[in-house]
């Protein structure tokens, strides 16, 4: 069974965050998103997280939407 792959982006000053997943895949990239937010030699912080994390959530709603 082949999976669609998914893509979020985020551009934060001269860093830019492209994360590649595959749909069903979305807690696996959650626990990437915590853990990049979690070290501070990164300047990706916990507001970017959460950002990430509401654009992941309103891709599923959008393809949710049909269904119901």
Do not use: I
């Not at 998914?6 to 807690?27: A, D, I, Q």
């Amino acid at each position: 069974m082949s999976r669609n792959r998914r893509c979020l982006n985020l551009t934060k000053g001269r860093h830019r965050y492209v994360f590649g997943y595959e749909e069903g895949r979305e807690s696996d990239l959650l626990a990437a998103l915590v853990e990049l937010a979690k070290d501070e030699s990164s300047a990706f912080d916990w507001f970017d997280a959460a950002v990430l994390a509401y654009e992941m959530g309103k891709q599923l709603e959008t393809e949710l939407d049909p269904v119901m």
